[in-house]
């Protein structure tokens, strides 16, 4: 998971919880402040019935019934009773509703004074009354209909906003966080493009309070050191290069004019011409260390349009001054955007070089020297395929198969340094293009140079 999306859904996620507390508690608080408010209510009720029984003497128990029947404050289905100090009933509201009460509820009446509990759907509060001469006990029960309607809409409501304002909190924190880590995902952008070849990329800044334009600040610094560091790399593989061609073209010279003078000796030339060939190596593994100092140059490449097929030609050609018996199969699949696909802009001199070591490569393990060669198009992008019959690489070998020095089992006993396929992966990725090894049968070798 992204750190914008771990940061949006933790902050959601909090919002939620805090809401969904925030909305419980207030239901909570409203259910408590109804039970009150409605216990009281039944206790003003029934002190006013003992009230108007004990204190009025022209009220009796019908003409209570008549007031508590026409009663503006009546509750819903109240049932009333009162007991006297025998806990004999004395009075009985008409409804219909039923009190389930005991002698020890009236007990425990007299012992705390009151009492409020939950009889099924009815709420029962009980009251203990005394006087100088007698002692009253009263029940009143009731259903709150209207302030649980009350809750119910209140729950409903917390419900729908809850739901609602939560959805619209994940949006919102996800568009915000998105805008706040634009300038983290543009800064991204940029070093994900980052390579050998454009290290003078840098990131813009517009001051050194963000923390993300800080970090671009110290990333720009760094990439100047790693720049002067690398070029300084560069310069010192190209020029120790250069400086060793000079005294390995003359050791050269002079070997191959000891060795065509007559009075050498015929054990002394077959001495030179082994030393000779180690020269000659060592001067073909400087060549390539100096076309890899060059390669990673900017100047490498140029916008000049090439033919593909013409370089192909005269990688060929040149591939068969020096292995004369090596037969190379030609075929070019025809399509309609092929001619399209043939120009292709860059350095004439390294694709020659690139496509001149692939050919190369299957030349040297090739086990019947002979390589096929296609030129077809995929989806508008330009294939150039080299297929060889030999011994084939590991899956392990080939995922370093385009690393510097890298040579597989099957190239025991072949000359070579490793460096062929670096310098043509190099050279590739210069040119916007890319390499792919692969085996599509059993002791088959194919390179597919791909170009976008």
Not at 5 to 12: A, F, G, Q, Y
Not at 116 to 127: A, M, P, R, S
Not at 267 to 295: A, P, Q, R
Request: net charge neutral; with cysteine; glycine share 2%.
């Amino acid at each position: 998971m992204t750190l914008k999306n771990r940061i949006s859904l933790l902050v959601s996620l909090l919002f939620t919880i805090l809401f969904g507390l925030a909305s419980t508690v207030i239901f909570v608080l409203y259910s408590n402040f109804r039970k009150e408010e409605f216990r009281d209510r039944l206790e003003i009720k029934a002190l006013s019935n003992i009230k108007l029984l004990v204190n009025v003497k022209e009220v009796d128990d019908q003409l209570l019934k008549m007031i508590d029947q026409n009663s503006i404050n009546k509750l819903y289905d109240e049932k009333t009773l009162v007991f006297d100090s025998h806990f004999k009933l004395i009075y009985s509201s008409i409804d219909d509703a039923k009190i389930n009460w005991s002698v020890d509820d009236l007990k425990y009446l007299k012992k705390h004074k009151t009492f409020f509990k939950q009889q099924g759907d009815y709420e029962v509060y009980g009251v203990f009354y005394d006087t100088k001469d007698r002692d009253f006990y009263a029940l009143i029960s009731a259903t709150d209909d209207y302030g649980k309607r009350k809750l119910l809409f209140l729950r409903y409501t917390l419900i729908i906003s809850y739901i609602f304002f939560t959805c619209i909190c994940w949006v919102l924190t996800s568009l915000m966080v998105k805008k706040a880590m634009n300038p983290l995902s543009i800064f991204h952008q940029k070093i994900k493009n980052i390579n050998e070849n454009n290290l003078d990329t840098r990131v813009e800044s517009k001051s050194n309070k963000n923390e993300i334009d800080l970090i671009a600040n110290e990333f720009n610094f760094m990439m100047d050191r790693i720049e002067v560091s690398y070029q300084k790399q560069k310069e010192f593989t190209a020029h120790a290069s250069h400086e060793l061609r000079t005294p390995l073209s003359r050791i050269t010279s002079q070997i191959e004019n000891t060795i065509a003078d007559p009075e050498t000796s015929s054990k002394g030339k077959t001495f030179l011409n082994t030393i000779l060939s180690d020269v000659n190596h060592l001067s073909e593994l400087i060549h390539s260390l100096l076309v890899l100092s060059k390669i990673d140059t900017k100047t490498s490449a140029n916008d000049e349009i090439q033919r593909m097929d013409e370089i192909l030609f005269s990688a060929i050609e040149n591939l068969n001054k020096t292995f004369p018996d090596f037969v190379i199969l030609f075929e070019i699949k025809e399509s309609d955007n092929l001619d399209t696909a043939l120009e292709i802009k860059g350095n004439k001199n390294l694709l020659e070089i690139a496509v001149s070591n692939v050919l190369k490569n299957a030349c040297v393990y090739s086990d019947n020297k002979q390589a096929k060669v296609k030129i077809n198009t995929q989806e508008d992008h330009l294939v150039i395929s080299v297929l060889n019959t030999g011994k084939t690489l590991s899956e392990n070998e080939q995922k370093n198969l385009f690393q510097p020095f890298m040579r597989g089992e099957n190239s025991k006993g072949t000359y070579g340094f490793g460096l062929g396929l670096r310098i043509v992966n190099r050279i590739l990725i210069l040119h916007n293009a890319k390499i792919r090894y692969s085996v599509p049968v059993e002791k088959t070798n194919l390179f597919e140079l791909i170009f976008h």
